[in-house]
């Protein structure tokens, strides 16, 4: 029997006053201070809008190591259509692939966002 996959998806809220929305979700909007919030889900695509590099482990705990040891890796922030940045873990080859306001898929949610650069995605397909 085939096994089924849920793609992931960031649920957010949404002011039904003012449209602002809100990630994660949450009960009162931080614009018009109105409990006006109802369930959202983000888009899946966006672009690198600012990002850094890890380049030493983090603090231990709560980061647990890879058995094969630390790689430095991608943060930052994912603009999408609804016009809010999340920050999420960037998978890629090269940093350089981040640049410029590189289009990026939702490949996680769990236990943070993780997005991927189209590059990333093309190869591990």
């Known amino acids: 029997m085939g096994e089924t996959h849920t793609a992931p998806a960031l649920g957010a809220s949404r002011c039904s006053h003012c449209s602002t929305v809100a990630f994660p979700a949450t009960g009162l909007c931080s614009q018009c201070s109105r409990p006006a919030m109802s369930p959202f889900t983000l888009s899946?695509?966006?672009t690198v809008w600012a990002y850094t590099v890890q380049r030493f482990a983090p603090k231990s705990p709560p980061y647990v190591p890879?058995?094969?040891?630390?790689?430095?890796?991608?943060?930052?922030?994912?603009?999408?259509?609804?016009?809010?940045?999340?920050e999420a873990v960037l998978e890629c080859h090269d940093f350089d692939?981040?640049?410029?306001?590189?289009?990026v898929t939702?490949?996680?949610?769990?236990?943070v966002p993780r997005f991927a650069?189209?590059?990333?995605?093309?190869?591990?397909?």
């Open 97 to 103: 692939e981040l640049d410029d306001g590189a289009p």
């Open 117 to 125: 650069t189209d590059a990333y995605l093309k190869e591990i397909r």
């Open 106 to 111: 939702l490949i996680a949610t769990a236990p």
């Open 66 to 86: 890879p058995a094969n040891g630390f790689a430095p890796f991608a943060v930052g922030y994912v603009e999408l259509p609804e016009g809010i940045k999340i």
């Open 44 to 46: 899946t695509r966006g």
